[in-house]
C-alpha cells in the first residue's frame, strides 16, 4: 500500500500540472454559482422577453422562483460537470500507455495491482470533492437568497447523484484498462450509459438501472421514492468493474 499511497501523489501532482485540478475546479465552482443564479434571473430575463413575447400573442404574467427551482438547476447543471469530468479523466491510463511512463515504474518493483489501486482512487477523489464542493456552493447561496426549508428530500438526490458518479468512474476504470486510447474509453463509458438508459425504458427495468440515481429533481422534490435497487445494481455492477479490472491489468501489454 505505500507505493500505491506514493503512485497516488504522484497523479494527484500531474493533475496540478496538467491543469486538470484547476479546470475542473473550475468548472464544478461554475455549476454550483449557475444553479442558484439562473433561478435568481428567470424572473428579470422573462421580464425582459415580455414585450417581445406578447407581440406574438404570449403573455407573461408574474414568476415566483423558490429554492426548488435552484436545486432543479443544479440537477440540470450537474450532468455537464460530468461530461467534462469524464472527458478530462478519459486518458488517466491510455496516456500511460503511450508515452511508456508505467514501464520503468513497474521495473522498479511496483505491482500493477498497486498501480491500479492509485489510478483508480483518484478519479474517486476528483469527482467527490468536485461534486461536493459544487453542492456546497449551491447550498450555500440557495441559503442566502431564499428562507424556505428547501427539496423536503434533497440529502437522498444529492446522495443518488453523487452515487451514479462513482458507478460512472468504476466503468471508466475499466474502460480505461480495456481501451488503448481515450476514445475508446469515451465510448466505453457512453455506451455504458446509453446501455444503462435504454434499460430504464422498460417499465419493469426502470427502477434497477444505475442512470435511475440521475433523477435528481423528482427525488428532491419527494415526487419519487429512493430508487434502491438502482442503487444495489449500481454498487454491484461497479464492484464488478474494478474487481475485473484488476486481472486485465495483470494481463495488460504495456
Known amino acids: 500500500m505505500k507505493n500505491a499511497l506514493i ?3 504522484k497523479e494527484w501532482t500531474e493533475q496540478l500540472r496538467s491543469g486538470r485540478l484547476l479546470t475542473l ?11 442558484p443564479a439562473i433561478a435568481k434571473m428567470t424572473p428579470w430575463l422573462l ?18 422562483v423558490t429554492v426548488l427551482d435552484s436545486w432543479t438547476q ?3 447543471n450537474v450532468p455537464i460537470a460530468l461530461i467534462a469530468f469524464v472527458l478530462m479523466q478519459s486518458a488517466i491510463f491510455t496516456g500511460e500507455y503511450q508515452s511508456g511512463t508505467l514501464i520503468p ?3 522498479r518493483g ?16 476528483l469527482w467527490t470533492l468536485g461534486y461536493w464542493v459544487s453542492f456546497a456552493i449551491t447550498y450555500g447561496y440557495n441559503a442566502w437568497f431564499w428562507t424556505d426549508p428547501g427539496a423536503p428530500e434533497l440529502m437522498a438526490a444529492v446522495l443518488c447523484w453523487w452515487g451514479f458518479g462513482l458507478w460512472t468512474v468504476a466503468v471508466l476504470v475499466l474502460a480505461s484498462v480495456m ?6 474509453v469515451l465510448l466505453g463509458v457512453g455506451g455504458a450509459v446509453v446501455a444503462s438508459f435504454l434499460s430504464g425504458l422498460v417499465p419493469k427495468l426502470s427502477d434497477w438501472v444505475p442512470t435511475a440515481l440521475m433523477a435528481g429533481d423528482p427525488l428532491a422534490r419527494g415526487t419519487m421514492e429512493t430508487p434502491v435497487g438502482a442503487i444495489a445494481v449500481a454498487a454491484v455492477t461497479g464492484a464488478v468493474c474494478l474487481a475485473v479490472s484488476v486481472p486485465l491489468f495483470d494481463k495488460k501489454h504495456i
Open 7 to 9: 503512485f497516488l501523489k
Open 110 to 125: 511496483v505491482r500493477r495491482s498497486e498501480v491500479l489501486i492509485a489510478k483508480a482512487a483518484m478519479p474517486v477523489i
Open 105 to 107: 515504474v513497474l521495473a
Open 74 to 76: 443544479f440537477f440540470k
Open 47 to 64: 421580464e425582459m422577453m415580455a414585450e417581445e413575447m406578447a407581440s406574438t400573442g404570449l403573455l407573461v404574467g408574474d414568476v415566483t
Open 179 to 184: 481501451a488503448s486510447t481515450g476514445t475508446g
Open 25 to 35: 475546479g473550475l468548472v464544478f465552482a461554475l455549476v454550483g454559482i449557475m444553479s
